[in-house]
C-alpha cells in the first residue's frame, strides 16, 4: 500500500491551496532566482516565510526531514567541498586540505539556498495538483513557437505522480532486503549494487505498467484541462514575489 509522503498532494483550504497554479508557478521561479542571489539576510526573511508557509499547509518537519536524508547528505558534502577548497583565512589545518573561515561562510550560504529553494519546491508539490501543474505548464508554453507544450507539460505531471512511487518504492525495497540480512555485509558496494538493480528493475516495470493502461484506456494528449482562475489574492502574492525579487538583486 503506498503511503502518503510530503512529496505528494495534500488537500487543504490553505492560501497555497486555493492560489491559481500559474500564481503559485511564477512566485516559485521568482523566490528560486531570488535565493540565487540573496545574501544572509535575505535567506534568513526567506527561511521565516517558509516556516510559516509550512506551518500553514500543515506539512510535518519530521517528515520532511526524513524524506530529505540523502539530500541532507548530498548538502553536507558540497558544505565540505566549499570549506575545504576555498582560499581564505585557515580554521582548521588538517593533512590533506584547509578549512577556511570564507570556505565556511560560502559553503553555509550554498546549502542554505539550495535547501530554501527545495523545500519552497515541496510546498508547491504538496499544495498542487498534479492536473494543475499540468495545466499551468501547458498555459506557459503554448504561446512559444515549436514546443509539443501539450506533452511537455504531460511529461512534466507524469514526473511530479513518479515522486512518491519512486520514495515508496525504495522504501519497499529498503524493507526486504533488511528482512534479508543485507545489513550484515560489511562491503558498501556490494550492498549498493543490490539495493540499486531491483529499485530500477521495479521502477521500470512500474513505468510499462503505466503505459500499457494509458494505451488501454485510449489516453489521448487532448484532453480537458481544469479551469484556471487568477483572481486579486494571486496578483498580491506575485507582485510581493516580484518585490522581493528586485529586493535582492539591487542588495
Known amino acids: 500500500m503506498a503511503e502518503l509522503t510530503p512529496f505528494s498532494y495534500r488537500p487543504g483550504k490553505s492560501f497555497f491551496h486555493r492560489s491559481d497554479v500559474r500564481c503559485k508557478l511564477i512566485c516559485f521561479s521568482l523566490v528560486s532566482?531570488?535565493?540565487?542571489?540573496?545574501?544572509?539576510?535575505?535567506?534568513?526573511?526567506?527561511?521565516f516565510f517558509?516556516?510559516?508557509?509550512?506551518?500553514?499547509?500543515?506539512?510535518?518537519?519530521r517528515a520532511v526531514l526524513w524524506e530529505m536524508r540523502y539530500f541532507l547528505i548530498l548538502l553536507a558534502f558540497v558544505f565540505a567541498a566549499r570549506a575545504l577548497s576555498t582560499p581564505g583565512e585557515a580554521i582548521a589545518d588538517l593533512m590533506i586540505a584547509t578549512v577556511t573561515k570564507e570556505g565556511c561562510n560560502e559553503g553555509t550560504l550554498v546549502c542554505w539556498r539550495l535547501l530554501t529553494v527545495t523545500c519552497f519546491a515541496l510546498s508547491f508539490v504538496s499544495t498542487t495538483r498534479t492536473t494543475e501543474i499540468k495545466a499551468g505548464v501547458y498555459w506557459f508554453l503554448k504561446p512559444l513557437p515549436f514546443i509539443p507544450a501539450k506533452r511537455v507539460a504531460t511529461m512534466l505531471g507524469l514526473t511530479i505522480r513518479f515522486i512518491p512511487m519512486i520514495l515508496n518504492q525504495i522504501r519497499e525495497t529498503a524493507d526486504a532486503q533488511r528482512a534479508r540480512g543485507i545489513e550484515n555485509r560489511k562491503n558498501p558496494v556490494y550492498r549498493m549494487v543490490k539495493f540499486i538493480i531491483p529499485l530500477m528493475r521495479r521502477?521500470?516495470?512500474d513505468a510499462d505498467k503505466l503505459i500499457l493502461a494509458m494505451e488501454a484506456r485510449c489516453w489521448s494528449e487532448n484532453r480537458t484541462d481544469p479551469e484556471l482562475s487568477f483572481g486579486k489574492s494571486d496578483w498580491s502574492a506575485v507582485l510581493a514575489a516580484a518585490g522581493f525579487f528586485i529586493l535582492m538583486i539591487t542588495m
Open 33 to 47: 532566482l531570488s535565493s540565487l542571489n540573496a545574501q544572509a539576510a535575505g535567506l534568513g526573511l526567506l527561511t
Open 50 to 61: 517558509l516556516f510559516i508557509a509550512m506551518i500553514h499547509i500543515r506539512l510535518s518537519f
Open 203 to 205: 521502477t521500470f516495470e
